[in-house]
């Protein structure tokens, strides 16, 4: 498995400054409003932020372990927040430990995502949940990476289609999507104000075309069921014989004794060679 250095580099070393411009900002209330929503009513025990410390991305959960991991010092320093610095693809965690993980952009800056993934994959508990925020390649902003015009230091776009396909491989069930974002990655705020009808429009009438995307993964564990050998298989029981008042009512007429339950006395049927003799013992008297 390929190791990310902990050190500074060109995707990370700009971000915090385009996070600060408007088209940042406007990216930042966003996802931290969808974050939130997506978290609230996520439970366990341990949840862990990776990445994008400018995102309080646990902030509405109310797990009792919440971390934050990095892979270099963010700059400027996440004050009152508890800081692992480690490499998203070798996450110090055991198998099956954390409930919840958050990646904010964290596969557009890994070095390989795919081996994020699987890392994710392992540490969650079975039913455990990922949420995952990124670039939607199919909107104005992935149309302004393609020509080249900007976001060169927020890493390659992944749609969430082929998000959603790495997902499946590993066993993840999709729960939700989400988009927003619709404004164009304008460089003033009062340009950006401008474009801001454009938001309610594209909710209702293009919603998949929005620069960001969440989407809410669940990790599903196939059960399994033991078959004993066909030799270890217990012999078939017996019916028990259960006594019924309609049982015994009938085994009562049959000795001649009149049932509770009977409207009539009922009699049994005389042994072969006593009918003869019946009639004839009737036939004297």
């Not at 995307?213 to 078959?227: D, E, F, I, Q, S």
């Amino acid at each position: 498995m390929s190791s990310t250095p902990l050190h500074h580099d060109s995707k990370n070393d700009s971000l915090p400054d385009w996070l600060a411009s408007p088209a940042g900002r406007y990216l930042c209330a966003w996802e931290q409003t969808y974050l939130d929503r997506a978290v609230i009513d996520v439970f366990g025990f341990h949840a862990l932020q990776l990445g994008l410390p400018a995102l309080d991305a646990l902030q509405a959960n109310r797990m009792p372990h919440r971390w934050l991991a990095c892979d270099a010092r963010p700059e400027p320093w996440p004050l009152g927040r508890e800081l692992l610095l480690t490499n998203y693809e070798a996450l110090p965690f055991p198998d099956a430990s954390l409930d919840l993980l958050v990646l904010p952009h964290t596969l557009e800056l890994s070095y390989d995502p795919h081996a994020t993934l699987r890392e994710v994959q392992r540490v969650l508990v079975p039913e455990g949940r990922v949420v995952i925020c990124g670039f939607n390649p199919n909107s104005l902003w992935g149309a302004s990476k393609s020509c080249r015009r900007g976001f060169s230091q927020v890493g390659d776009f992944i749609g969430q289609r082929r998000l959603r396909d790495w997902l499946q491989l590993l066993s993840f069930e999709i729960e939700s999507t989400s988009f927003g974002c619709y404004r164009p990655a304008v460089k003033t705020q009062r340009w950006l104000q401008r474009w801001d009808w454009i938001d309610e429009a594209g909710v209702r009438w293009w919603p998949i075309l929005g620069a960001v995307y969440g989407m809410v993964a669940v990790k599903r564990v196939h059960g399994m069921r033991l078959l004993s050998p066909a030799w270890k298989r217990a012999l078939p029981r017996t019916a028990a014989v259960v006594t019924t008042a309609s049982n015994t009512a009938s085994h009562t007429a049959s000795k001649g004794i009149m049932s509770p339950h009977a409207r009539h006395f009922v009699y049994s049927l005389p042994p072969e060679g006593a009918q003869a003799s019946f009639e004839a013992a009737r036939q004297e008297a």
